[in-house]
């Protein structure tokens, strides 16, 4: 018996995602406001703003890069910072963390 076709039937009535439309169009937003800034040179001439979402978060991060050497000057929010909010998800971070700061067990 064949099931690639059940298989497909049973894909193409799969669910849609949950509110697709607001992350699409929070994001063209976004988009529009990067391209508005660096039309403006807001942060000087020299350096553009860009987008990207972080493969771990999925947050949109935001940096101000040299366009001569493509260093990125400033990241909002910073790499850290994304990773800390990462942390803070798993169970028992919070409860390491302490117990490594003050040396304390349990």
Known sequence: MDLTAINNAAA???PAPANP???ASEDRDIVQAVRAVNGAELFGQGTRLTIQRDPQSQRVVLKIVNQKTNEVVTE???DSVLRLA???K???YVVQLSQNLTGKKG
Do not use: C, K
């Open 12 to 14: 193409s009535h799969a």
């Open 21 to 23: 439309l607001p992350q």
């Open 76 to 78: 909002i929010p910073a």
């Open 86 to 88: 990462e942390d803070l």
């Open 90 to 92: 798993q169970p028992d």
